[in-house]
């Protein structure tokens, strides 16, 4: 019994389908012949690399203004609000720093070398003021060694520390709001370490102390045309989490693959004298992030935007067609090779940010982002979240992944 085509509705036979367009069912998947006239159709014009969107950048902010264009809905920077800190003046003294804490702190060692997910690093416990010293001391650590650590902020961290604008910028008032000072904690990461594509589940304020930090973030409303993952209806919401995170890093390091690859291009122009590529793709951060669905909804082959991404079976890479929000994305089998207009669509509808010492970040609930250190020097940042609210409503990454009752 055969198959009707999504595409030109004849009924073909299993064989006129590859297998993965045949598991769509009746009607939901192309023959081989319609699918291959997909693959070769030319792709869609879209924004050139260089027109990249930045997180806005605040001098200052009220409350008012915080909740009405901010929380919960995009990520913003407040420029030297933290300038005033003890820590900014006192945590470059590498001696003063180390004293700061005596206790043994979690540190993360890449497989990779570059890449840190806490499950997929190993995992050992360290005195602060070793940590500290390697990290932040010329020649600590031997070329190409890369190490995360985190430290609860507590004793003397905590006393260099002042939360009070923070906690005002949320809550309005004096008192109004205050954190639990026992989840913050102090990230400290040598020159180059990359957190992959990933969210968080609650508010989180990152403050720069030394060194930079370089964030790429995806807007939500794009999720239905980013790229997606299997289908997770019924699954409980940790199980999806962790599948999203895991498809999350896999594209992540992908992408800083081929990052890589365009710059060291790039060069090889610039050398050249055909010049102009560099500053295209080089700067800012570069290219540090990758194509992945706002929550990982199941991929629809139609919903109400109607065809919401390309579809790639055993042949090989079909051209993207452009979703509902703009952005080219295709369901990509294991032995694909991300295609160069995927990555240009990533970076084109990236925000990206860059923290330095005294700025503070605020990253919503649920929004993607992907965070490399500067190369420059290794670098400290201070984490405080806060847990939302039974009144902030449920975005719509998580519509579809939590178990039906």
């Not at 590859?18 to 792709?43: D, E, H, I, V």
């Not at 997606?228 to 896999?250: C, F, N, T, Y």
């Amino acid at each position: 019994m055969g198959h009707q085509c999504l595409a030109c509705g004849g009924d073909q036979p299993k064989s006129g389908y590859n297998t993965a367009q045949w598991k769509k069912g009746p009607g939901l998947g192309r023959c081989k012949a319609c699918f291959a006239a997909a693959a070769s159709a030319s792709p869609p014009q879209l924004p050139p690399i260089r027109q990249r969107q930045h997180v806005d950048v605040r001098a200052d902010l009220t409350h008012s203004e915080f909740v009405e264009r901010y929380k919960h809905k995009r990520p913003v920077i407040l420029r030297g609000l933290a300038n005033d800190w003890a820590a900014l003046a006192r945590w470059g003294n590498v001696e003063h720093l180390s004293s700061l804490h005596d206790k043994d702190i979690l540190v993360l060692r890449s497989p990779d070398g570059r890449h840190f997910l806490k499950r997929t690093c190993e995992h050992y416990w360290g005195p602060f003021g070793h940590v500290a010293e390697r990290l932040f001391t010329p020649g600590g650590l031997p070329p190409g060694e890369r190490l995360y650590a985190r430290a609860r902020l507590e004793d003397g961290l905590r006393e260099e520390v002042a939360l009070e604008a923070l906690e005002l910028l949320v809550g309005g008032a004096p008192g109004a709001h205050s954190f639990n000072v026992a989840k913050c904690g102090v990230w400290l990461g040598s020159t180059g370490c990359v957190t992959p594509l990933h969210y968080d589940l609650c508010h989180g304020f990152l403050v720069g102390v030394l060194g930079t930090k370089h964030f790429t973030y995806y807007p939500p409303e794009t999720f239905r045309c980013l790229f997606p993952r299997d289908a997770s209806h019924g699954m409980e919401l940790g199980e999806a989490l962790l599948q999203d995170i895991e498809q999350a890093a896999q594209l992540s390091e992908q992408i800083d693959t081929w990052r890589d690859a365009k710059r060291q291009r790039a060069l090889g122009a610039a050398e050249a004298g055909e010049g102009g590529l560099a500053s295209a793709v080089v700067g800012e951060g570069g290219l540090a992030s990758a194509v992945v669905g706002e929550g990982g909804l199941a991929s629809a082959v139609v919903g109400e935007g109607g065809l919401a991404s390309a579809v790639v079976g055993e042949g090989g890479l079909a051209s993207a067609v452009v979703g509902e929000g703009g952005l080219a994305s295709a369901v990509v089998g294991a032995e694909t090779t991300m295609p160069e207009t995927i990555m240009s669509a990533a970076e084109a509808a990236a925000w990206h940010a860059e923290v330095r010492p005294g700025d503070v970040l605020y990253t919503p609930p649920y929004h993607w982002h992907h965070v490399e250190t500067g190369h420059e020097s290794s670098a400290l940042s201070v984490l405080v979240p806060w847990d939302p609210t039974a009144e902030e409503p449920a975005p719509a990454c998580m519509l579809g992944i939590v178990k039906p009752e």
